[in-house]
């Protein structure tokens, strides 16, 4: 960059940062110097000038949006033709040896849809008996969706739970009255899913904070002497690394440098 351009970028900043009363925000520098192809260490000392010069850097604005919400997709419509938010796994031969044993553990038995109707409607009526049986058979059901929805990021266990809670949960909605085969399969579907966009989300968003805080950790001991005497404050951080003040906070809280 010219230098002769630079220096009429910094006085014009300062120029701004004069008529804010000596504050300037993250978003100003960065709007100012976004063509400048700046590099870290020159960021570095136009944020050592301007402290020089008296002038404070502002908190961030809140981040427009979560990077976790780009999974949020067609996940809870229960149709069975939805993209899954995850990466689908086949059954380890370990995870077969679990399903096969919790299969052989229900020993449900086989209904035709005649006596899925009976079942059903006596049910309805409060017959606890058509209950028990409704609930055993659709365990297996659930065990064998939640094996075919198997994905990397949720243990085949955890998705058989989390797929017969979704049917208890359904089997105790007041609506419809008189439940049936479609419906109770369309509810542990939805089940099933939810969970799993919950956990890739998690996921996602564990994965994202580990790598903040090995890039934070990289970055403060670049940006500091051997004898530790360069401090910077978390907005003045915030705009070296282009990085959301509230991140920084809570990657520092996990490494235990927030003092």
């Given amino acids: 960059m010219d230098i002769k351009l630079f220096q009429q970028k910094l006085n014009d900043i300062c120029d701004i940062a004069e008529e804010n009363g000596k504050q300037l925000s993250q978003q100003q520098i960065r709007e100012h110097f976004d063509e400048s192809d700046l590099s870290t260490s020159q960021l570095v000392k136009i944020l050592q000038y301007l402290r020089l010069k008296g002038i404070t850097i502002e908190g961030a604005d809140e981040a427009a949006a979560d990077a976790a919400s780009a999974t949020d997709s067609a996940s809870k419509k229960g149709t069975g033709t939805e993209e899954l938010p995850c990466t689908r796994a086949a059954l380890t031969a370990q995870e077969q040896d679990y399903l096969t044993e919790y299969m052989e553990s229900l020993s449900p038995e086989g209904l035709d849809p005649d006596d899925l109707t009976a079942l059903f409607q006596a ?36 998705l058989i739970q989390e797929a017969n809670l979704a049917l208890l949960a359904a089997l105790k909605e007041a609506e419809p009255q008189e439940k049936n085969d479609e419906w109770v399969r369309g509810r542990i579907r939805s089940g099933i899913l939810h969970a799993i966009e919950e956990q890739t989300q998690q996921k996602f968003r564990d994965d994202y904070l580990v790598s903040k805080v090995e890039n ?3 970055a403060v001991k670049e940006l500091t002497d051997d004898d530790d005497t360069t401090k910077f404050t978390i907005d003045e951080l915030a705009v070296i690394l282009d990085m959301n003040v509230d991140e920084i906070r809570d990657v520092l809280r996990l490494t235990g440098d927030d003092q």
């Fill in 123 to 158: 049910f309805a009526s409060g017959d606890t008996t058509a209950e028990s049986a409704l609930t055993q058979f659709y365990m297996a059901v659930a065990a064998q969706m939640a094996a075919e929805l198997n994905c990397e990021e949720i243990y085949l266990a955890d």
């Fill in 216 to 218: 934070l950790e990289s």
